[in-house]
């Protein structure tokens, strides 16, 4: 028997929070490296001191979700596993799933914080958590970076401001790309190490310069022909994100470009389902941040004094907001 569509969709929402549990228990523990080989259930569990009923049960919710391979009792990994679930693979998701999973007792309050218009109550980011959550900014960074290298001109630019760049992706992909390019990172004293290390990797640390400081406070510098805010605004009110365009506007040498990057809304609020369901986000961890409107962001520049702005999408969440200065 067919349920009706209606029970069927409803089904898929109300259930989310139990397979993303799934997921977040197999990668806090481990489970993906060990089944780059084949293993038995009791193997898993043996090597991880879990239960063994319970690794059984887990193993085989991760094969519903198409995750792990069966087959006469040994489990694998399948090829999205392989891929994005194993820590260093081509395309590793692992810290940005851990950010994703240390939000559950944010989203557990969520009916208080839309009651009192409060953020959730939580621990301030340090740590292995602020790790998870800016390498896990560079794990959604690397392909984003690689597209807007596809679709706009950075050949004419040399000094580049990465405002809030935290692991420095975008910044060091720009700068792999075009030898004639320098950048500067800007962020909390707290994340420059990690931009540091990541910077060293790629072996550009010397084009690179860090600048510790808040963004809410502090100036940006001057002398700059490219600033990147990619994924910033959301963090922000439109008060602060005002601001926040006029200092960029200010930073910038006459000519000079403004790139915003983010998950942008149609005016009235349509659109993209992912800006409409991360303004929740952003209503549980931020005082005043949200998801904008294109309308707004460029009501934004337009006051800033920049030139006439255009809209470039980037993805199926993500657009592209660049503006010149005049």
């Not at 569509?5 to 799934?22: K, M, N, P, T, Y």
């Not at 550009?204 to 994924?231: A, K």
Request: aromatic share 8%.
């Amino acid at each position: 028997m067919q349920l009706p569509e209606f029970i069927r969709a409803l089904d898929g929402i109300s259930a989310g929070f139990q397979r993303s549990q799934v997921l977040f228990t197999a990668l806090e523990g481990g489970v993906f490296p060990l089944l780059e080989e084949r293993r038995s259930s009791e193997e898993v569990a043996q090597c991880l001191g879990w239960d063994g009923r319970g690794t059984r049960m887990l193993l085989d919710a991760l094969v519903g979700l198409k995750l792990l391979e069966k087959e006469e009792g040994k489990y694998w990994n399948s090829e999205m596993a392989s891929e994005c679930l194993v820590p260093g693979a081509p395309l590793d998701q692992t810290h940005i799933l851990r950010h994703k999973a240390n939000g559950w007792a944010a989203w557990s309050q969520l009916p208080e914080v839309i009651r009192t218009g409060k953020p959730a109550k939580r621990e301030p980011r340090t740590g292995e958590t602020l790790r998870d959550f800016i390498c896990g900014m560079q794990d959604i960074a690397k392909e984003s970076a690689k597209g807007i290298l596809d679709i706009v001109d950075l050949s004419i630019y040399k000094n580049m401001l990465d405002v809030a760049g935290g692991p420095g992706t975008y910044m060091l992909t720009f700068l792999a790309a075009h030898p004639q390019m320098a950048g500067t990172l800007f962020d909390l004293p707290e994340v420059i190490p990690i931009a540091q290390e990541q910077a060293e990797k790629t072996g550009m640390v010397e084009r690179v310069r860090f600048v510790p400081g808040d963004l809410t406070q502090d100036t940006l510098g001057t002398g700059y022909d490219l600033i990147l805010l990619s994924n910033i605004i959301h963090s922000f009110s439109e008060e602060q994100n005002a601001a926040l365009v006029k200092k960029c506007f200010d930073a910038l040498l006459p000519g000079g470009r403004l790139i915003i990057k983010d998950f942008l809304l149609e005016p009235g609020r349509t659109g993209s389902s992912f800006a409409m369901m991360f303004a929740l986000q952003m209503m549980l961890h931020t005082e005043g941040g949200d998801t904008y409107t294109t309308e707004q962001v460029c009501n934004w520049t337009d006051a800033a004094g920049f030139d006439v702005g255009r809209l470039v999408p980037l993805t199926p969440k993500s657009s592209l907001w660049m503006v010149d200065k005049k």
